[in-house]
């Protein structure tokens, strides 16, 4: 089992900067793919970003490619999600989760509760 708890989430104006971390609780972290995926109301949860085991292949929806860079460390186990040059349509619900295939959605197998990001116009 693996506990996951994103922190990090808040209001933010257009333009500006957040970055979200996830604690993991387990002792096997680095044996995880681990993404950062989102879901704004009535819309479906989506991909946002994804790095590998090592951290040493980063993967990125287009929708932020760019603006946002997915990160980890393993030592820690905790990985971060630094948000520049936000938009009103970053507004949502951000989850991490750890899984097997960093770029395959449907391979994650542990989710986090999600932190609430809002970007004001």
């Known amino acids: 089992q693996v506990q996951l708890v994103e922190s990090g989430g808040g209001l933010v104006q257009a333009g500006g900067s957040l970055r979200l971390s996830c604690a993991a609780s387990?002792?096997?972290?680095?044996?995880?793919?681990m993404g950062w995926f989102r879901q704004a109301p009535g819309k479906e949860r989506e991909f946002v970003a994804a790095t590998s085991r090592g951290g040493d292949s980063l993967y990125y929806a287009n929708s932020i490619q760019g603006r946002f860079v997915i990160s980890r460390d393993n030592a820690k186990n905790t990985i971060y999600l630094q948000m520049n040059s936000l938009r009103p349509e970053d507004t949502a619900v951000y989850y991490c989760?750890?899984?097997?295939?960093?770029?395959?959605?449907?391979?994650?197998?542990?989710w986090g509760q999600g932190t609430q990001v809002t970007v004001s116009s």
């Open positions: 387990a002792r096997t972290f680095s044996s995880y793919a």
């Open positions: 989760a750890a899984g097997r295939v960093p770029g395959i959605p449907i391979t994650y197998d542990y």
